[in-house]
């Protein structure tokens, strides 16, 4: 009898072993499946947000489109004397005294260290 006992110990031992071993690889499949439904929703909401983006981005160009239309048609001549007649302003030319022009120095041909004054087209020759 006891020869009976052992082969049953031995075989229960191999079944739990299997048993175990299957339901791993079915965990694993199941989590496999899980991670891929997770993604599948992540990239269908992505989607969607750039395509709502993509959207408020038409719009967005659209407006900016007539803006500059506007822009444009406000800013002619005939409009400009329009409205300052409507606001009763008067523009004349100013006179030759009047008109201020701004003439750089020329740019030096070269550059020292010790140089500090900086304008708008280079630093200031030395004296």
């Known amino acids: 009898m006891r ?3 052992r082969r049953y110990a031995r ?3 191999i079944n ?3 048993a175990v071993i299957f339901s791993l690889f079915v965990l694993v499949i199941a ?3 899980f991670s891929i439904l997770a ?3 992540t990239i269908a909401k992505t989607g969607k947000e750039i395509a709502a983006l993509e959207a408020e981005l038409k719009t967005i160009r659209a407006e900016h489109i ?3 239309a506007r822009w444009s048609a406000c800013t002619r001549p005939e ?3 329009a409205a300052l007649a409507r606001h009763g302003l008067r523009m004349s030319l100013a006179s030759g005294e009047k008109i201020v022009s701004l003439h750089g120095r020329p740019a030096p041909k070269a550059f020292w260290s010790s140089m500090t004054e ?3 087209n280079g630093p200031a020759p030395r004296k």
């Open 3 to 5: 020869q009976n006992r």
């Open 11 to 13: 075989t229960s031992a």
């Open 16 to 18: 739990h072993r299997l």
């Open 31 to 33: 989590l496999g499946g």
């Open 39 to 41: 993604i599948n929703a």
């Open 66 to 68: 007539r803006a500059e």
């Open 79 to 81: 409009q400009l004397d």
């Open 118 to 120: 900086v304008a708008a």
